[in-house]
T-cell receptor, first 115, second 114 residues
Framework: AQSVTQLDSHVSVSEGTPVLLRCNYS??????LFWYVQHPNKGLQLLLK??????LVKGINGFEAEFKKSETSFHLTKPSAHMSDAAEYFC?????????????FGTGTRLTIIP | ETGVTQSPTHLIKTRGQQVTLRCSSQ?????VSWYQQALGQGPQFIFQ???????GRGNFPPRFSGLQFPNYSSELNVNALELDDSALYLC?????????????FGAGSRLTVL
């Protein structure tokens, strides 16, 4: 069975400082991993995805994540936080072996940006 | 390119009632998935529809059912509503065979069961 664990339910950083949101995964197959962001009253938006190509993945809005198989981690980072980054972030795993593109979401990390 | 649209955006029902939620998929997509997001939780997979047939189901009882239409739009039906069914219901569309597992999500339908 596939699963993800988001290690922090809440993260607060000051504007202009780095962001680190942590995620560990478990998967029986070679996984696809994603980070999605959810702003209030808006749909989930894909930030970035890893699908067995380069281990360092760059996404939108300056976010990036590194796939580390030895640590089963896929942490999300951004060098400098902006007020607009305040949102809920979800780490997601998908095993194509299921054949139905099922996504398994973590419980989310709420990111707060301090002015 | 239109995105995924869902209706209604909010609705209130009472226990035992039935509800139908609707979803229009993104242009060019042929697969629709439904997720339930309880307050403070991550979305959970309900089921997926491809070629008008169910193509995978999560841990949800049979009173959760769905349809996919020839134009790839979809409905989620929930019978005999329970208080725990209160949640945000998310529809997502994708293109099967594209290999990337990238889903486009709608903004959701927020269901409150009293």
């Amino acid at each position: 069975a596939q699963s993800v664990t988001q290690l922090d339910s809440h993260v607060s950083v000051s504007e202009g400082t780095p962001v680190l949101l942590r995620c560990n995964y478990s998967s029986s197959y070679s996984p696809s991993l994603f980070w999605y962001v959810q702003h209030p009253n808006k749909g989930l938006q894909l930030l970035l995805k890893y699908t067995s190509a380069a281990t360092l993945v760059k996404g939108i809005n300056g976010f990036e994540a590194e796939f580390k198989k030895s640590e089963t981690s896929f942490h999300l980072t951004k060098p400098s936080a902006h007020m607009s980054d305040a949102a809920e972030y979800f780490c997601v795993v998908s095993d194509l072996g299921f054949g139905n593109e099922k996504l398994t979401f973590g419980t989310g990390t709420r990111l707060t940006i301090i002015p | 390119e239109t995105g995924v649209t869902q209706s209604p955006t909010h609705l209130i029902k009472t226990r035992g009632q039935q509800v139908t939620l609707r979803c229009s998929s993104q242009s060019g997509h042929n697969t629709v998935s439904w997720y339930q997001q309880a307050l403070g939780q991550g979305p959970q997979f309900i089921f997926q529809y491809y070629r008008e047939e169910e193509n995978g189901r999560g841990n949800f009882p049979p009173r959760f059912s769905g349809l996919q239409f020839p134009n790839y739009s979809s409905e989620l039906n929930v019978n005999a509503l329970e208080l725990d069914d209160s949640a945000l219901y998310l529809c997502a569309s994708s293109l099967k065979g594209s290999g990337a597992n990238v889903l486009t999500f709608g903004a959701g339908s927020r269901l409150t069961v009293l």
